[in-house]
């Protein structure tokens, strides 16, 4: 946004593009920071103060560094800036493997909410879902992140009544199970 003009605001347009190992800082910045924005209350603050974002860095930079992970990575840019990252893939479910896909993650940094960038990162996961073959996009999103729910909802996917505990540091955090038929 270009703020510059007293009322007036100018969206400046956003480019998403695969990760590449480059992103991995800005990348890391932005999921631990969405973490310990999103997840306050919601999850022990000892285990929020203790993330680091060079660790996640590295751990971002192994994971694209396997060339046999079926993990996209997608990355936002709004006037050359990292302002969002996403990831998506084969369901996972144990043993269980069925062709839908699933939204891994879906963070915007902190502070560049509300400007289209996490819209524009799921609708651009949906697509690459959709032409991939899949039929339904599924995603888990913790219980009591409101805003969360809420996004996902505006966004046509709806919480189908799957409820799993999630354990963040020896506490259980219930997450419920979200989902989207693509092409709808």
């Known amino acids: 946004m270009n703020d510059d003009l007293p009322g007036h605001r ?71 800036e990292i302002v969002g990252w996403a990831a998506y893939g084969p369901y996972r479910d144990g043993e269980l493997r069925t062709e839908d896909a699933e939204l891994y993650a879906l963070y915007v940094r902190p502070g560049r909410f509300g400007g289209g960038v996490g819209s524009a990162l799921l609708k651009a996961c949906a697509e690459e879902c959709a032409t991939a073959g899949h039929d339904r996009v599924l995603l888990w999103v913790l219980k009591e ?15 189908d009544g799957t ?12 997450e419920v199970r979200y989902g989207k038929a693509l092409g709808a």
């Open 145 to 159: 992140n409101g805003r969360a729910r809420r996004f996902y909802e505006h966004h046509g996917f709806a919480a």
């Open 10 to 80: 100018i969206r400046v347009r956003v480019r998403i593009r695969e990760m590449t190992p480059a992103d991995c800082r800005a990348v890391a910045e932005i999921r631990v920071g969405g973490w310990q924005n999103a997840y306050a209350g919601l999850v022990p603050q000892a285990y929020l103060d203790a993330m680091d974002v060079d660790e996640d860095a590295e751990r971002r930079r192994a994971m694209l560094a396997r060339t046999d992970s079926p993990v996209v990575n997608l990355i936002a840019e709004r006037a050359g």
């Open 163 to 174: 409820e799993e505990p999630f354990e963040v540091d020896g506490v259980e955090v219930p």
